[in-house]
């Protein structure tokens, strides 16, 4: 590793994805961390001058400037000897691997952000409008959302009954990924033990690592979830 890297943690954001992998691998990292803007909860101007894309994570090593957790998390795990965090071509768990890495950010992400963009945005309706874009809203999820994620959501609970990590017997970068979604589905109530027993639990196992103690005390927040 030539150039120290700097990780861009914004307060309630899925930067802590990188901040956790971080602390689990032990990489010398240096840490920034910026709060949201008050009135419109964005990442402050400072933060969007880093990155073209100005969304949280940014990676930062010398000159160079990498948004996209998962591209930064694979960019950390080329760069990290002797890691044990991505099954290799052709070993066991590498198509389960694969599926997972893939389906955090590629299926997961946009339906949970479609969901809460939606409700988020009927906060801002005038009154006479809310009875009508709520019933919407609801058909739209219900139609389109719900059951792509319900889908997701009973692979995973059949995937963590067979082995106790997304990547399959080993801990891996899969399950930093989408530990933001989950964890966050949770403190949404997305996610819970009724409907969701083995997700639950697998929560409470990436909970129990030492390197979420180490990653919470430096994000200095009770939850990662943004409440509006
Ligand atoms: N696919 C992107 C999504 C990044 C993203 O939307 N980040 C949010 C935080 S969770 C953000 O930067 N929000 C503040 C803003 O857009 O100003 C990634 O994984 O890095």
Redesign the pocket.
Known sequence: MSQLLTLHH?EY??SFRVLWMLEELGTPYELIVYERDAKTR??PDEYKAISPL????VLTEGEMAL????AIMEHILDITPNHTLRPEPGAPDRIRYLFWWHAA?GSMMPLQLMITVLNLSQKQLPFFMKPFIKLYVAGLTRLFMEPRLNRLMEQAEVDLETAPWFGGERLSVADFLIAYNMIVGAERGMINERQHPNCMKWIARMKALPSFARATEKDGRASMALNY
Request: aromatic share 0%; proline share 7%.
């Open positions: 914004l954001s899925q964005a990442a100005g969304t949280a994570p948004a996209e957790s998962s950010q």
